[in-house]
C-alpha cells in the first residue's frame, strides 16, 4: 500500500524514482486537489542528453500523465556558468552560440515523452536564458544575494566535497546555486510552479530555491530528488565501454541505443523496467518473475520499450529484428551501425588496429591491441590474432562490405566509400 493519495506521487513512488521530499503530506495534498506545475533544468553541456537524464525526463512524462503540468527548463543561462555540484574541476566554458545550438539540439528529443502546447496540462519548454543574461548585477546583488548565507553554502556537500579535495572552486561556479535557486523563483512567478525535481545531487541547491522563494514572498515550494542511479556492478548509468548513451539519433543510432540497454545486467532488469518503461506494473511484476533462459527474452522487451519511447516503435522493432539476424541467425543485417573507408584506403590497406580504432570499437591502439591479443576480434566472423595484419579490398563480401566484430555483441560494417 503506497503512503501517498495522489496519482502523481504514488506512481513515483510504486516506480523507485522517490529519493527525497521536502514536505511528503503537503506536496501529496498539494497534488491531490489541483493541477500542480513542477519543473527539472537541464544545462546544455553538448549536443544532446544522455541515457542518465532519462530518469530525470521520465519524471516529467508521469508527471503529464496523472494530469500535471510538466516544465522542461533549458539552461541557457546557467549553462554558462556550469553546475559544480559534485565535479572535480570547472565545465570548459562555452560561448552562447554553442550553448543555443546545443540547446536546439536537445529540444528535438523531449517531444517524445512529453506534450506540449498551451493547455493547462500541456508541457513547457522554457530557457532561463530569458531572465537570467538580462540580470542587473548590483540590483541581484542587493535584491537575490542578500538571502544567501556563504557559511551555508560552503556547507553544502557538493561544495564540501570539492574543497576537502582541496581543489579549486571559482567565483563563477559558486554562483551556479544562486541562479539555481532564482530560476525557481523566477518560475514560481511567472508560471506558478510549485515543485522542482531533480537527482539527489541537486538536493542543496533546491531547497536553496525553497529558502529563496519563502523569503521573496512566492507560495510555499517544494522539492523532490530521484536517487541517483549506478547498475549493479557499479557503473555509471548513462555510460558504457565505448562512451556516452547519446539520445540524440544522431550521435547513437536506435540499434546502438537498443543494444545498451539489452545488455543490461541480470539484477537490474526489475528496476530498469520500473524507471524506463511504461509498461503496467503487473505486467513488470509478470516480467521481473521471470529467470533462467526467459531473463534473456525479457531484457529484449526492456530495450524495445525503452527505444519505442525515444525512437519510435518501428525503429525499436527494426533494432531487434536487426539483433536476432546478427546474433541468432548469424546473418548480416543492413542496419547494422556501420562506418565508411575511403576505397584507396582499403586499396591499400589499413592496419588492423588502425581500423578497430577508426569503427569506434576501440579509443587507441593499445586499446585495440589487447582487444586483439585477448582473442576478441573477428574479422566476417573469422576470429583474428595478428596484431599486425593489414585489412585490405580482399575481405570485402559479396555483400560488398567487411564484417567487423569485437566481443559476441558489437558489430561494424565497413563500407568502402
Not at 537524464?53 to 512524462?61: A, D, E, F
Not at 580504432?357 to 589487447?370: D, F, K, Q, T
Amino acid at each position: 500500500m503506497s503512503r501517498f493519495k495522489s496519482d502523481f506521487l504514488r506512481t513515483l513512488d510504486e516506480r523507485g524514482f522517490i529519493h527525497q521530499v521536502s514536505d511528503e503530506t503537503g506536496l501529496d495534498e498539494l497534488f491531490s486537489r489541483e493541477i500542480v506545475t513542477g519543473y527539472i533544468g537541464f544545462d546544455p553541456t553538448a549536443p544532446s542528453l544522455h541515457a542518465g537524464s532519462l530518469i530525470q525526463i521520465m519524471m516529467l512524462h508521469w508527471m503529464q500523465q496523472t494530469g500535471h503540468r510538466p516544465i522542461s527548463l533549458m539552461g541557457g543561462g546557467t549553462g554558462m556558468v556550469g553546475d559544480p555540484s559534485f565535479k572535480d574541476e570547472a565545465r570548459q566554458l562555452m560561448t552562447v552560440d554553442t550553448i543555443e545550438g546545443n540547446i536546439a539540439s536537445i529540444k528535438r528529443v523531449f517531444a517524445n515523452y512529453l506534450a506540449y502546447g498551451e493547455g493547462p496540462k500541456d508541457a513547457l519548454m522554457i530557457n532561463n536564458a530569458d531572465w537570467l543574461r538580462s540580470l542587473n548585477y548590483l540590483e541581484f546583488l542587493r535584491d537575490v544575494g542578500r538571502h544567501f548565507s556563504v557559511n551555508r553554502m560552503l556547507s553544502f556537500e557538493s561544495v564540501k566535497t570539492r574543497l576537502d579535495r582541496e581543489q579549486s572552486l571559482s567565483f563563477l561556479e559558486f554562483n551556479y546555486m544562486i541562479l539555481q535557486a532564482y530560476d525557481f523563483v523566477e518560475l514560481a512567478k511567472r508560471t506558478g510552479c510549485r515543485l522542482q525535481m531533480g537527482g539527489s545531487d541537486q538536493w542543496g541547491n533546491i531547497v536553496n530555491g525553497i529558502d529563496l522563494g519563502h523569503r521573496m514572498g512566492t507560495q510555499q515550494l517544494f522539492a523532490l530528488t530521484s536517487p541517483l542511479l549506478t547498475t549493479s556492478s557499479g557503473a555509471k548509468m548513462g555510460k558504457s565501454a565505448t562512451g556516452a548513451i547519446w539520445l540524440n539519433p544522431d550521435m547513437l543510432s536506435a540499434y546502438d541505443f537498443w543494444q545498451y540497454w539489452r545488455n543490461t545486467e541480470d539484477a537490474d532488469v526489475p528496476r530498469f523496467l520500473k524507471l524506463y518503461t511504461t509498461l503496467p506494473m503487473d505486467e513488470i511484476a509478470r516480467l521481473s518473475a521471470l529467470g533462467g533462459s526467459e531473463i534473456n527474452e525479457v531484457k529484449k522487451i526492456l530495450a524495445t520499450e525503452i527505444t519505442a519511447i525515444l525512437h519510435g516503435r518501428p525503429a525499436a522493432e527494426e533494432a531487434a529484428e536487426t539483433a536476432r539476424k546478427t546474433f541468432e541467425e548469424g546473418g548480416l543485417s543492413e542496419n547494422l551501425p556501420s562506418v565508411e573507408v575511403p576505397t584507396a584506403d582499403l586499396e591499400a590497406g589499413i592496419g588492423l588496429l588502425s581500423l578497430i580504432v577508426r569503427a569506434g570499437l576501440a579509443g587507441s591502439n593499445g586499446e585495440a591491441r589487447r582487444h586483439v591479443q585477448g582473442g576478441a576480434v573477428r574479422i566476417n566472423d573469422q576470429a583474428v590474432s595478428d596484431e599486425r595484419m593489414t585489412i585490405g579490398t580482399g575481405e570485402i563480401t559479396g555483400d560488398g562490405v567487411i564484417k567487423l566484430s569485437l566481443g559476441k555483441k558489437k558489430h561494424i560494417l565497413v563500407r568502402p566509400a
